[in-house]
């Protein structure tokens, strides 16, 4: 088979590109449902005001990082999972996914006894403005309620991803948004009798529709067609014994994209530190901003996922020659979409900032911040996508470093530069572009290095290996 984009036909371009579409579109979906979840998160708290949407700002410089470290302890289930239904190994499959659910809940449990016990300490540790301590503390003391089910619901939609069944992850996705929208709305304001707590109430409304959302996913991945042939429903001890012995596996390939994860996020997470020094005004509209970059991001996420899939196929099925062509596929397919979207981005800035605030210095900060990073927003979705294909291809200590380097050297360390030299909220912009652009170049170059430039033997010990 072809294993160079040039030597495909158009028939096996369109084919390819029907089934990345096919795999992408319901992740698509998936990850906008959690960023619109956040966004409405943002947008009711916003209007209740804009002291409680910087403290859920601050809340989530611990959050964020607590759950991008959780979900990506996570990522060997869907990698390992994709290969093995390459290969057709289906009852792999099955204990995948045991083994999955026994790290989520249990590293879910641990997190959430760490947030919930240490909340104001820790916030304070990673600098946050003293002001913004004790209303930020009890929001993640909130939010903790929801770790052990969305890591749970992961492992769950991680599998359901691996073996091509995005559609049901994209079900349950989508019932949830319905059930936080109703739930902020009401535990945020004071509405059908809920309590008025602000920022509190919209993270309880998340562990609320956490939990169900975790008991779906699981009831979806129980329920699919081949279940008896991936020993889906496999209760007995031998499953759960190898479940267990999953555990370590999974937990050492999830180490190093946890590591680099949580550094990654610690990069946005200090720009969200800088910006509580900047005034409250400044931390809302980096807070709405990062809403709206989240959307976006969502897309990139289909495609990553799908590229992963796709990527993780061909290692399990020895056909690692069509890894290549298969993430240009992908990656051409998110630039096209994505470049669209950002530039409406950069030309209505501001529109895109109104439903965030009524303040006129949260919205003129926000739209500036916004127009600068909207541009590079393409180089975010391709960072995430070869890093998903190294991660495909069993690299990925490689593809953590190259995200260490982007997103915590390069982002945290150049806004402290452009903050401290004077650049104001622009400063937090730019150092999240440039991140954004330093990660991409990273990560495809070290995919093109691994495929098109390595050693034939090393390559071919990887493909009997996959």
Same mark, same amino acid.
Do not use: C
């Given at each position: ?97 045991? &083994?999955?659910?026994?790290? +989520?809940? /249990?590293?879910? =449990?641990?997190? !959430?006894?760490? %947030? @919930?016990? *240490? $909340?104001?300490? #820790? ?72 309590? &008025?707590?602000?920022?509190? +109430?919209? /993270?309880?409304? =998340?562990?609320? !529709?956490?939990? %169900? @959302?975790? *008991? $779906?996913?699981? #009831? ?79 897309? /990139?996420?289909?495609?990553?996922? !799908?590229?992963?899939?796709?990527? *993780? ?154």
């Amino acid at each position: 088979m072809p294993d160079n984009l040039s030597q495909f036909s158009g028939a096996d371009v369109r084919a390819e590109a029907r089934r990345i579409l096919a795999l992408a579109w319901p992740i698509v979906l998936t990850g906008l449902n959690w960023t619109l979840m956040q966004v409405i998160d943002v947008a009711v708290v916003g209007q209740y005001g804009t002291d409680e949407l910087a403290a859920l700002g601050a809340s989530r410089t611990l959050t964020w990082i607590a759950v991008v470290l959780g979900i990506s302890s996570l990522t060997g289930v869907l990698v390992y999972t994709a290969q093995a239904d390459g290969g057709k190994r289906l009852a792999e499959t099955g204990d995948n996914l045991r &083994a999955g659910l026994l790290l +989520g809940v /249990a590293l879910g =449990t641990g997190i !959430a006894a760490i %947030l @919930g016990l *240490g $909340a104001y300490p #820790l916030l304070r540790l990673i600098g946050v403005e003293p002001a913004l301590l004790a209303p930020s503390a009890p929001v993640v003391e909130a939010m903790a309620l929801a770790f052990p089910a969305q890591l749970a619901f992961f492992a769950a939609s991680y599998f359901l991803e691996g073996i091509s069944r995005p559609r049901r992850v994209m079900i349950v996705n989508l019932g949830m948004l319905g059930v936080n929208a109703v739930l902020a709305w009401a535990w945020v304001g004071g509405h059908l009798g809920f309590p &008025a707590l602000g920022a509190v +109430g919209a /993270a309880y409304a =998340t562990a609320v !529709a956490s939990w %169900l @959302g975790a *008991g $779906a996913m699981i #009831l979806f991945a129980w329920t699919v067609s081949d279940a008896a042939e991936r020993g889906v429903r496999d209760l007995s001890a031998g499953a759960l014994k190898r479940a267990a012995l999953g555990v370590p596996r999974l937990l050492w390939f999830g180490t190093v994209p946890a590591i680099a994860a949580s550094l990654e996020l610690a990069g946005f997470a200090w720009l969200i530190v800088l910006s509580t020094r900047l005034g409250n005004d400044v931390a809302a509209s980096f807070q709405a901003m990062l809403a709206l970059h989240n959307l976006l991001f969502a897309i /990139a996420y289909g495609f990553a996922s !799908a590229a992963g899939v796709r990527v *993780g196929n061909a290692v399990g099925a020895g056909e690692r020659d069509q890894a290549w062509p298969r993430a240009l596929i992908a990656a051409g397919l998110s630039v096209a979409v994505i470049g669209v979207l950002s530039l409406f981005l950069v030309l209505f800035s501001k529109t895109a900032m109104l439903p965030f605030s009524d303040d006129p210095a949260v919205l003129a900060a926000g739209a500036a911040m916004l127009a600068i990073m909207a541009s590079f927003l393409i180089f975010d979705g391709l960072q995430y996508l070869f890093g998903a294909g190294l991660r495909s291809l069993n690299e990925q200590v490689w593809a953590g470093v190259n995200g260490i380097i982007g997103f915590f050297v390069v982002t945290g360390g150049l806004g402290w530069v452009l903050v401290s030299s004077g650049w104001g909220a622009n400063g937090l912009a730019w150092a999240a572009a440039m991140g954004m652009l330093v990660t991409a170049v990273l990560q495809f170059g070290r995919f093109y290095y691994v495929l098109k430039l390595r050693p034939e033997p090393l390559r071919s010990a990887a493909r009997s290996s996959g």
